[in-house]
């Protein structure tokens, strides 16, 4: 069984920084692309950022500059790093990965994690 669990959600002041992990668990993983995706309830989720296995990284418009995100194959953890926060950045952040598993090739997602930024 394939798990993406994250951690790292929380209340930051505008200005501040947060960094969120999401590690994903199992055996004989194959992981492709991780990244990150965010959701306001009602709307359609928004890329935030994508990470390939080779490192790669793709960011959306709105988080250019001041997210990073990276990963270490190893631990099975891609990790996002949040600078300069500002409110419309309030959502909840869902992992997600492309996992190859025997000879199964699937989207896997988090829970997702709640971010708010707010004064």
């Known amino acids: 069984q394939v798990q993406l669990v994250e951690y790292g959600g929380g209340l930051v002041q505008p200005g501040g920084s947060l960094r969120l992990s999401c590690a994903a668990s199992?055996?004989?993983?194959?992981?492709?692309?991780m990244g990150w995706y965010r959701q306001t309830p009602g709307s359609q989720r928004e890329l935030v950022a994508t990470?390939?296995?080779?490192?790669?990284?793709n960011y959306g418009d709105s988080v250019k500059g001041r997210f990073a995100i990276s990963r270490d194959n190893a631990k099975k953890t891609v990790y996002l790093q949040m600078n300069s926060l500002k409110p419309d950045d309030t959502d909840v952040y869902y992992c997600n990965a492309l996992i190859r598993r025997q000879m199964e090739l699937n989207d896997y997602w988090g829970q997702g994690t709640q971010v708010t930024v707010s004064s």
């Open positions: 990470i390939t296995n080779d490192g790669i990284p």
């Open positions: 199992g055996s004989r993983l194959t992981i492709y692309t």
